[in-house]
């Protein structure tokens, strides 16, 4: 991995910044040592003490510029431990967007080829892979994987394949011949039609395992009175596809 960028915490202020970095709050102006590492505190010219932390993958959620609705920490969770990702697979990825799922291949140890057919979303997820110290692990491509097929199954095979888009089942059907094999397949679809048809395809072409998963999470509320789930609504995110090669 490349520098990665460190968190500065004070109380329930947090900024995400880079080692040389000078940035300016309410508490004075940060100016954050080329020199920095976990564990320093780094105080602000008008005496505020900032704590300074290594960057964990929850805060990539939290901080790195966004240029849609990232995938939620509870379905990346998911995509890491069906897949088995890890350090010296290759995988394919398409969806970049704001690229939280392909930061946490790369800071998993794996190489990450990904595409994304928005020029100002590539710009973005190319800067929050710096962000997140994996610039040397993730290649974003700016264009549309459908119409890269035939030379990516050239280039590969891949490990794993992962796939945020709409036009995901156009891509399944050459999961044969992109994966490994044993290699996994992970489909993200926001509704369950898109999700459909990818499993009917998967199938058609001969894949394995295929299971089609959604994540439902309760927050838990303790108070005096007793202990029961939050009555906050329950939030749909999407609908997890996986799938094996042959």
Same mark, same amino acid.
């Given at each position: 991995?490349?520098?990665?960028?460190?968190?500065?915490?004070?109380?329930?202020?947090?900024?995400?910044?880079?080692?040389? +970095?000078?940035?300016?709050?309410?508490?004075?102006?940060?100016?954050?040592? +080329?020199?920095?590492?976990?564990?320093?505190?780094?105080?602000?010219?008008?005496?505020?003490?900032?704590?300074?932390?290594?960057?964990?993958?929850?805060?990539?959620?939290?901080?790195?510029?966004?240029?849609?609705?990232?995938?939620?920490?509870?379905?990346?969770?998911?995509?890491?431990?069906?897949?088995?990702?890890?350090?010296?697979?290759?995988?394919?990825?398409?969806?970049?967007?704001?690229?939280?799922?392909?930061?946490?291949?790369?800071? $998993?140890?794996?190489?990450?080829?990904?595409?994304?057919?928005?020029?100002?979303?590539?710009?973005?997820?190319?800067?929050?892979?710096?962000?997140?110290?994996?610039?040397?692990?993730?290649?974003?491509?700016?264009?549309?994987?459908?119409?890269?097929?035939? $030379?990516? $199954?050239?280039?590969?095979?891949?490990?794993?394949?992962?796939?945020?888009?709409?036009?995901?089942?156009?891509?399944?059907?050459?999961?044969?011949?992109?994966?490994?094999?044993?290699?996994?397949?992970?489909?993200?679809?926001?509704?369950?039609?898109?999700?459909?048809?990818?499993?009917?395809?998967?199938?058609?072409?001969?894949?394995?395992?295929?299971?089609?998963?959604?994540?439902?999470?309760?927050?838990?509320?303790?108070?005096?009175?007793?202990?029961?789930?939050?009555?906050?609504?329950?939030?749909?995110?999407?609908?997890?596809?996986?799938?094996? $090669?042959?």
């Amino acid at each position: 991995m490349t520098d990665a960028a460190y968190l500065l915490v004070h109380e329930d202020r947090e900024y995400l910044l880079e080692p040389g +970095e000078e940035f300016g709050t309410d508490l004075g102006v940060i100016e954050v040592p +080329e020199d920095v590492s976990a564990g320093d505190e780094v105080e602000t010219h008008l005496g505020t003490v900032f704590e300074v932390r290594a960057l964990r993958g929850p805060d990539l959620f939290n901080h790195l510029d966004r240029t849609g609705a990232p995938m939620m920490p509870r379905d990346v969770g998911l995509v890491m431990g069906h897949t088995g990702a890890s350090g010296g697979d290759r995988v394919l990825d398409a969806g970049t967007g704001t690229g939280i799922l392909a930061a946490y291949l790369g800071r $998993a140890g794996a190489d990450v080829t990904s595409y994304e057919v928005d020029d100002e979303f590539a710009d973005v997820a190319r800067e929050n892979m710096v962000t997140a110290g994996v610039a040397d692990r993730v290649d974003v491509r700016t264009g549309d994987l459908t119409e890269s097929l035939d $030379a990516l $199954a050239d280039e590969g095979p891949f490990d794993v394949l992962t796939l945020d888009t709409g036009d995901a089942p156009a891509v399944v059907d050459r999961a044969d011949d992109l994966l490994a094999s044993g290699g996994h397949l992970a489909v993200y679809s926001p509704f369950v039609e898109g999700t459909r048809e990818a499993a009917l395809v998967a199938r058609e072409a001969g894949l394995s395992e295929i299971e089609t998963l959604e994540t439902i999470q309760r927050e838990m509320d303790f108070s005096d009175r007793g202990s029961r789930p939050s009555t906050a609504g329950v939030g749909h995110t999407g609908y997890l596809l996986f799938a094996r $090669a042959p």
